[in-house]
């Protein structure tokens, strides 16, 4: 039996990993062409509810706001736009496609609630706190 040096013990597991992120690229949701989530901030006041979410490089004509069943949804879509046949590109990390982020919101507040402005980038969106339509009675057992 003769012993062999083993110069790197993580070799074999860096090797695996490798080809692990070679067989999974496709399914990357954050290359091109995929789904990507912006970021977003949720603050909250005594009288609104608001989302400040990052859309540079989106147009604000590209960008949808529905509410449907007590959830707000902006969705839209940031496109690669620069396409040079002599370039090669080494690292693409910005993230282009559609996207989509829903958030709940307080029962009852309808699209008459909604301000929505769009500047540098951020799409700004302001909730106004609908009022409860119905107070808790309080029932006394007879």
């Known amino acids: 039996m003769s012993l062999q040096m083993w110069n790197n ?8 990993m490798e080809n692990m992120t070679q067989t999974m690229e496709p399914f990357n949701k954050n290359s091109y062409g995929g789904l990507w989530k912006p970021s977003c901030d949720v ?4 009288d609104n509810l608001m ?3 990052e859309l540079p490089g989106c147009n604000k ?10 959830r707000l949804t902006i969705s839209g879509e940031r496109s690669y736009e620069k396409k040079v046949d ?3 590109y080494h690292r693409i990390e910005r993230s282009y496609g559609k996207f989509q982020r829903s958030f709940s919101i307080p029962e009852g507040c309808t699209e008459k609630d909604v301000e929505a402005t769009f500047e540098n980038g951020i799409l700004q969106v302001n909730l106004k706190k609908c009022a409860k339509t119905e107070t808790p009675k309080r029932i006394f057992i007879k």
């Open 9 to 16: 013990p993580w070799s074999e597991l860096d090797k695996s």
């Open 51 to 53: 989302i400040s979410c």
């Open 86 to 88: 002599n370039e090669k």
């Open 43 to 46: 603050t909250e006041t005594p």
């Open 61 to 70: 004509d590209g960008i949808n706001l529905d509410i449907s069943d007590g």
